[in-house]
């Protein structure tokens, strides 16, 4: 069986666009015929999909009156927005007695904060519309940690609160968020974290997924088949490959 999706004449907002899942998920919807606002701080990776058809803005989502002003602007010209994929995130390693003020802060300035500003304004916007579909990304780190993960895991059990507390606030509007959990994927952020000790031992049992992966989940989630699905936190688990 196959799933398909129609996006035409609505507008998707994925912040972290540049790379990973985010990138895969903005072509995904483009292909799937909606308008792609691609959002992130990589300017070159944005050009690459400004060439793709999208419209693109460079944003550092840890800076509130930015995003504000960028999700106003998209508003103002599309006059709608019924998806929005908040995949930005960063993750450094760094033991905890070792770990500066500035790269604790800087974790829970992207990783948390921008997606709090990310609601804030996105939220008057589908509470007039009486619809729309939030997506965050948690992590299992959230709940099993990981030696010099701390910030990082710290964040992605945040996401979980933060979705679950608006999930309630939106469900009189018929607005949906829910978070995903997308597993061990070969996403910048994974790859540029992890030891060649680590990857290796993953890819030895559960291997590692692709972003392309991750999409038909996110493509169900912002679609009108899930409806019903609002503050929950979705993960996608890999079966342990034989030996």
Same mark, same amino acid.
């Given at each position: 069986?196959?799933?398909?999706?129609?996006?035409?004449?609505?507008?998707?907002?994925?912040?972290?666009?540049?790379?990973?899942?985010?990138?895969?998920?903005?072509?995904?919807?483009?292909?799937?015929?909606?308008?792609?606002?691609?959002?992130?701080?990589?300017?070159?990776?944005?050009?690459?999909?400004?060439?793709?058809?999208?419209?693109?803005?460079?944003?550092?989502?840890?800076?509130? &009156?930015?995003?504000?002003?960028? /999700? &106003?602007?998209?508003?103002?010209?599309?006059?709608?927005?019924?998806? /929005?994929?908040?995949?930005?995130?960063?993750?450094?390693?760094?033991?905890?007695?070792?770990?500066?003020?500035?790269?604790?802060?800087?974790?829970?300035?992207?990783?948390?904060?921008?997606?709090?500003?990310?609601?804030?304004?996105?939220?008057?916007?589908?509470?007039?519309?009486?619809?729309?579909?939030?997506?965050?990304?948690?992590?299992?780190?959230?709940? &099993?940690?990981?030696?010099?993960?701390?910030?990082?895991?710290?964040?992605?059990?945040?996401?979980?609160?933060? /979705?679950?507390?608006?999930?309630?606030?939106?469900?009189?509007?018929?607005?949906?968020?829910?978070?995903?959990?997308?597993?061990?994927?070969?996403?910048?952020?994974?790859? &540029? %974290?992890?030891?060649?000790?680590?990857?290796?031992?993953?890819?030895?049992?559960?291997?590692? %997924? %692709?972003?392309?992966?991750?999409?038909?989940?996110?493509?169900?989630?912002? %679609?009108?088949?899930?409806?019903?699905?609002?503050?929950?936190?979705?993960?996608?688990?890999?079966?342990?490959?034989?030996?």
């Amino acid at each position: 069986m196959k799933a398909s999706y129609d996006f035409k004449g609505h507008t998707v907002i994925v912040a972290g666009a540049a790379s990973g899942i985010g990138r895969a998920t903005a072509l995904a919807c483009r292909d799937a015929g909606a308008t792609v606002e691609a959002l992130d701080i990589d300017e070159k990776a944005l050009a690459q999909l400004r060439a793709e058809g999208m419209s693109t803005h460079i944003l550092d989502i840890a800076d509130s &009156n930015a995003v504000r002003i960028t /999700v &106003n602007s998209i508003v103002a010209r599309t006059g709608r927005l019924d998806g /929005v994929v908040l995949t930005s995130a960063i993750q450094t390693r760094t033991l905890i007695d070792a770990l500066s003020d500035a790269e604790w802060q800087r974790h829970l300035d992207v990783n948390l904060s921008g997606i709090f500003y990310f609601l804030r304004a996105v939220f008057p916007v589908m509470k007039q519309q009486q619809s729309g579909s939030i997506i965050a990304f948690t992590s299992g780190l959230a709940s &099993n940690g990981w030696p010099g993960a701390s910030a990082y895991s710290a964040t992605k059990a945040g996401i979980v609160g933060l /979705v679950k507390s608006a999930a309630h606030e939106l469900r009189e509007h018929g607005v949906r968020i829910n978070a995903v959990s997308p597993g061990l994927v070969a996403t910048p952020v994974f790859l &540029n %974290s992890a030891s060649p000790e680590e990857l290796a031992m993953y890819e030895r049992s559960l291997g590692i %997924s %692709s972003p392309e992966e991750v999409v038909p989940t996110l493509m169900h989630l912002l %679609s009108d088949a899930a409806l019903t699905i609002s503050g929950n936190v979705i993960e996608r688990r890999l079966v342990p490959r034989s030996h």
